[in-house]
Structures are given as C-alpha cells and as structure tokens.
C-alpha cells in the first residue's frame, strides 16, 4: 500500500504541475505532453481504485467497474473536444480506444500468456471473447452502414445524426441485455479466489482516490484539449494520430496494462475479460452515449469515419474473433494483433 500512495502522490503532483503551466500560459507543448501523462497517471489510479472498490462485489462487477471508470478520461476528452469543436479529435479518441485495447493491449497480453504458459499456449474460457466479438460486430454493422451511405451520397445520409441515433439507442439496449445476462451467469457461477494485479487499498481510501482522480480526469482532459491545437502544429503531427494513437494509449491502454500483468502471473481468464470488457464497453456503451450526449453541442457526434478506418475496424473486429474465438492464443497470434496496430498507427502518422 505504500508503494500505491507513492505513486498516487507523484500522479497528483503531475495534475497539479500541469494546471500550474496551464494557467500560466507555458508554452503549449509542455502543457501538451505533461497533460497526456498525467492523463496516463490518472487513468492508472482510477484502475487501482477501481479495483479495490469492486473487491467487495466480486470479480464480475469488478471487471464491469474497471472497463465503466477506466473509461472516465476518454468520456471526458470527448465531451470536452466537441464542446471545443474539435471533432477530428473526438472521433478518433473513441476509434483509438478501441484499436488499442482490441490490438495493442490484447496482442501484448496473449503474447504474455503464451510465454508463460508450459506448453506455449495460453487457455481461456471462450464465452467473453465471443460475446464481445458479436458486440463489436454489430457496432461495425452501424459504423459500415452509415459510412456507405455516406460514400454513395444516397438520400439516408442527409439523416446521418438521426441514423446515429437510432444506433446508439440499439447499441446501448443490446449492450445493456448483454450485461444483465453476463452478470447473472457469473453469479451463478462458483468463483474462485482471485488474485488482484495490486494491493487492494482499505475500502475508504479507494472511494477517496476514485472521487479524487475522477476530478483530476476531468480537468486534465480540458486542459489536455485546449492544448492541442497550437501543440499539434508545433509538433507537425495530426490530430487523427492525437486521437487515435496518443490518447488512446495515454487515457485506456495504460490503465489495461494489468491485463499483462495478470497473463504474466497465470491469470488467463482475468487478463482476457479486463481487455475484452472494455472493447465492448468502447463499442456498444461509450460511443453510443457519446453520439447521444453529443446533440448538446453545435457540433454532433456521428457514426460516419473515413472508409480506411471503416475497414480497419471491420477487420480488427474479424481478427479478433479468429484469435481468440477458440479459447485458445499462442505467441504468434498475440504478435500479430501487435503488428496489425503497429501497422495502422504508421498509417496515422502520414495521414
């Protein structure tokens, strides 16, 4: 525990030296980068106390805690990129999140658990990775769908935002159905003892910490945003790689690193349902109510993404599914999860 509070102190040190630079009107790629690790510093403590709080209530509510909060620094680098117009920005979040977590994360993981497995082949139960293999499928049915329609210039895509809609009101009624069933076949179901990646802080402390880095998250998100535009023409890079590589690996891949850890350790089941219960969460949960919560702003949150990333999703969501379909992964198939990343965030840089 002591370690964790040590930690925690020099993440909140971080928050706190890049409000000060913020405020003060330091140049705008200090803010910049300081901003995005003390996003991936937030995002961690958010994973430690997520996962001290959801001790309590087993390891089913604990997964569903950890994807819900660990998703809190996206939410708020969303909202607050469309409440400042920055839609590029927005929208390649959300597909960055999912790209990381489906390929980079996952790929590191299995990769982790081959190794470590005797035989070389790294064993889990199969029913997650396809249940969420069929809710990515079904939110890159909606994404596909209204991205053609766009493409052709036929009469549906005057009605883009109301189409959006309607999907993210399916997407969240599925996810939703998906959930309660999940939920209650993991109660029936006999636990056992689970071994946490962290010390568990006492309950008290992780609400405390939770509350804390909740509002860190906020604030770094807004400052991290209003820092982009000056930054990314300082740096040459673009948005779309802003969203899609560095904040996605900053505000969700760090905090899902533990995946790794518990592959490492053993922990087939537990490592493969941290990364794949925030790919369905991104998927059919955050996106949709972020289309939703999008109709607040002048600038609205669709479904429609450049036809590369359309495919790019399309065959992560297939990759996925093939790799881990089976209940079973080795070496290789981790490794090419990571290079298929590795591959599209090259891609990224020279768009």
Request: glycine share 8%.
């Amino acid at each position: 525990m002591r370690r964790t509070a040590i930690i925690a102190a020099a993440v909140f040190t971080l928050v706190v030296v890049a409000g000060v630079l913020h405020y003060t009107h330091a140049p705008p790629v200090a803010v910049f980068v300081l901003s995005g690790v003390a996003l991936g510093g937030v995002a961690w403590a958010i994973g430690i106390a997520t996962e001290s709080v959801g001790a309590k209530f087993g390891p089913a509510v604990t997964g569903v805690l950890q994807s819900t909060l660990g998703n809190l620094p996206e939410l708020f680098i969303v909202v607050f990129a469309l409440s400042a117009g920055e839609l590029v920005v927005a929208q390649f979040s959300i597909l960055g999140s999912l790209f990381a977590n489906a390929l980079l994360v996952l790929g590191l993981a299995l990769a982790v658990g081959a190794r470590a497995a005797e035989d070389g082949v790294m064993r889990f139960r199969k029913r997650l990775p396809n249940d969420t293999a069929t809710l990515m499928l079904l939110s890159v049915f909606v994404i596909v769908l209204l991205g053609l329609s766009d493409q052709v210039g036929d009469r549906a895509s005057r009605h883009q935002v109301a189409i959006s809609v309607v999907g993210a009101i399916c997407l969240l009624v599925v996810y939703a159905a998906w959930l309660v069933g999940y939920l209650r076949a993991d109660l029936r179901t006999e636990q056992e003892p689970v071994e946490h990646a962290h010390p568990l802080l006492p309950f008290p402390w992780a609400l405390a910490l939770l509350a804390v880095a909740g509002v860190s998250a906020a604030l770094v998100s807004e400052w991290f945003v209003d820092a982009i535009d000056p930054a990314v023409q300082k740096l040459g890079i673009s948005k779309a790689f802003t969203g899609l590589v560095i904040v996605a690996i900053a505000g969700n891949a760090v905090e899902n690193v533990v995946a790794v850890q518990l592959a490492k350790k053993g922990h087939n089941d537990l490592a493969v349902s941290v990364v794949k219960n925030s790919v369905a969460q991104i998927a059919c949960f955050l996106f949709p109510a972020l289309v939703l919560i999008s109709l607040l702003f002048s600038e609205q949150l669709t479904f429609v993404i450049n036809p590369v990333f359309m495919g790019a999703l399309a065959l992560t969501a297939i990759a996925v599914w093939q790799v881990t379909g089976d209940g079973e992964a080795v070496l290789f198939e981790g490794m090419a999860l990571i290079a298929l990343y590795v591959v599209l965030a090259t891609l990224v840089w020279f768009e």
